[in-house]
């Protein structure tokens, strides 16, 4: 199954991401991405996103994580409702 994800490519306590259609076996570093979608700075809060590539993708059956759906709504890349992102046990807050 084909996936629309993030993939992390910044320096240490610099994080950017790459958004990036990817076959669901594969691990984000694994290097196998089929498409380099965009980009995303979230410390600066910037970013771009090439729309037709992304509709493309959702058109041919790709699946969205929740983190990256939630982005390209807020974006206005893509049309419908944000999703929940489950916390891991490790980082939930105290």
Do not use: H
Request: overall charge positive.
């Amino acid at each position: 199954m084909l996936k629309i994800r993030f993939q992390r490519v910044g320096k240490r306590n610099q994080p950017k991401f790459r958004l990036v259609a990817i076959d669901s076996r594969f691990g984000p570093k694994s290097g196998r991405a089929k498409e380099v979608l965009g980009w995303w700075d979230p410390l600066k809060k910037v970013g771009e996103f090439n729309k037709e590539r992304i509709e493309y993708w959702l058109s041919c059956g790709a699946q969205v994580s929740d983190t990256a759906w939630n982005l390209l709504i807020k974006k206005g890349i893509i049309k419908g409702q944000k999703r929940k992102i489950k916390i891991s046990p490790k980082k939930e807050k105290k």
